[in-house]
């Protein structure tokens, strides 16, 4: 039988030249992993990463093949016995088939040369253990020794072998497993979850860098709540991210409860990943209560509250993003930004909200307003649809009020009108704090509506109230 049809006809020549180079070798060769298992989901990337294992040497493969094709390019990792051919938008993963067993509490494995099947054995989940052959007689035929086809057919989530010994080998597939069943929309197995749940723990021997490569996978999945769903209920969260496990639970007091601040994150989160793919939003969506917690008191009046939740989780961003190995730079500030203005338009929502307030807020968010009213809007929340729509009918009016003061005032790039050479020289002064103290006042008449938002207008503010200013 005729297998070919398994390879995709946009990579078939490369994978030609492959078999007939290992072919020469003397080294059989076969395509494994996510490239197989996405060829069968049909979700194949136009410029994927390939992975290839050879009964032999990776590297040597790797070097004869650079030789073979035009234009390509090398890379050697000698420590990890894996080579990589670059050609065009394609990377080439070359590596030699292994047992692995792993010591304790490490990550390096000792390598031992293996067959096909020991290497496939020694793989994550079935899907991903399933591999073509790329050799005369065989090429395009599919080796699937534990059912990775089925698993697929059946959405399921499950270890060739057992799963202690699967997630004792590396710990982070734990992770792994939670990220597929998320990207995917997958079920994982229930002896592979149970496994989990026990081994939770192990996760501490795993870099902040792997791990937060895959939370960062599943905060972009379709639908996130399913994977931190399962982080949660594996008990996975809590190891790295305590204070997101913390949301969880509701109080009770004289009758009174409040929403679960776990589930309604979630909830949020799923709303801006239903109007955005973008990573940043989505941890302001998951930051943006992170601090009810410590906030939360009982009031006899107004129920449970939660203030400066806001301010307090906008404090914490820094650290926890410096924990989790997230940047720092103006990636955090953004996320920090929306956590700390996220109450800001809902306090708007009144029919007598003055021109300042919404000015003010323009000029706090600057050019992330749009992103802070999709944030606010997607933590519009309750089982109560009477009360969503009138929040939302509101908050409409919000949007245009923004728009029409905006538009009127130029806001969301907003420079000083007055440079400080500028009030210099008007007003004979050598740099002092009164230059300071005059463009904040020219900013405070500006936000309150004072005067327009333009040059003159603050030169004449700035004549006007001169004796006021030098004295
Ligand atoms: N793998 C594994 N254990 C890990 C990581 C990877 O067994 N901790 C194996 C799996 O067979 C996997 C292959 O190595 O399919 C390649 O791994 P990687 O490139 O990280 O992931 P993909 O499965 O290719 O998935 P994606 O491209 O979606 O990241």
């Known amino acids: 039988m005729n297998f070919e049809h398994q390879i995709p006809d946009l990579h078939k020549s490369v994978f030609r030249v492959i078999s007939k180079t290992a072919s020469s070798l003397d080294q059989p060769v076969y395509v494994v992993g996510g ?34 094709i035009p234009d390509s390019h090398l890379s050697v990792f000698k420590q990890f016995g894996t080579a990589q051919v ?21 990550r390096k494995p000792l390598v031992e040369d293996g067959t096909l099947e020991d290497d496939q054995l020694r793989r994550d989940f079935t899907i991903n253990a399933l591999s073509w052959s790329l050799n005369e007689g065989s090429f395009g035929v599919l080796n699937d020794p534990f059912g990775g086809l089925a698993d697929l057919k059946a959405k399921l989530i499950r270890t060739p072998v057992d799963p202690e010994q699967t997630f004792d080998d590396d710990p982070l597939r734990m992770m792994r497993a939670i990220r597929f069943a998320s990207q995917l929309q997958f079920e ?41 769903a399962l982080l949660f209920s594996s008990g996975l969260l809590k190891e790295f991210f305590h204070e997101m496990h913390n949301l969880h639970g509701v ?15 979630l909830q949020v989160l799923d709303n801006v990943a239903e109007v955005s793919d973008d990573l940043w939003l989505r941890w302001a969506a998951i930051m943006h209560d992170i601090a009810k917690p410590p906030t939360q008191k009982f009031d006899r009046e107004a129920g ?31 996320v920090r930004k929306l956590v700390r203005l996220h109450l800001r338009p809902i306090a708007l929502v009144s ?9 003010r807020l323009i000029f706090d968010a600057g050019d992330d307003i749009d992103d802070l009213m999709t944030l606010c809007r997607a933590d519009i929340t309750s089982k109560n649809e009477s009360k969503v729509k009138r929040y939302m009918e509101n908050f409409n009016k919000v949007e245009e009020k923004i728009e029409e003061v905006e538009k ?18 008007a007003l004979d002064l050598e740099p002092c704090k009164t230059v300071g103290d005059i463009k904040d006042a020219v900013k405070e008449a500006i936000l309150n509506g004072d005067i327009p938002n333009d040059h003159d207008a603050a030169f004449d503010f700035m004549m006007k109230n001169k004796e006021e200013f030098l004295n």
């Open 408 to 425: 009127k005032d130029r806001l969301r790039k907003w420079k000083n009108p007055l440079s400080g050479e500028e009030i210099m020289n």
């Open 35 to 68: 490239y197989v298992r996405d060829y069968y989901l049909d979700r194949l990337k136009e410029e994927p990463d390939i992975d290839f294992v050879t009964l032999g040497s990776g590297i040597k493969l790797a070097e004869q093949l650079q030789k073979n």
């Open 304 to 334: 449970w509250t939660f203030h400066g939740h806001d301010a307090l989780g906008a404090k914490w961003t820094k650290s926890i993003f410096r924990r989790l190995g997230l940047p720092l730079d103006e990636r955090m500030h953004y």
């Open 86 to 106: 670059k050609t065009g938008a394609l990377e080439l993963e070359f590596v030699g088939a292994r047992k692995e067993s792993y010591r304790r509490n490490s």
């Open 351 to 359: 029919d007598i909200v003055s021109d300042s307030a919404v000015r």
């Open 251 to 265: 109080k009770e007091k004289n009758g009174h409860r409040h929403k679960d601040n776990f589930w309604h994150t």
């Open 188 to 228: 994982i197995e229930e002896k592979t979850f149970k496994a989990i749940q026990k081994m939770a723990p192990r996760l501490e021997i795993i870099s902040k860098e792997r791990i937060i490569d895959e939370l960062n996978k599943i905060v972009l999945s379709p639908k996130p709540s399913v994977g931190f």
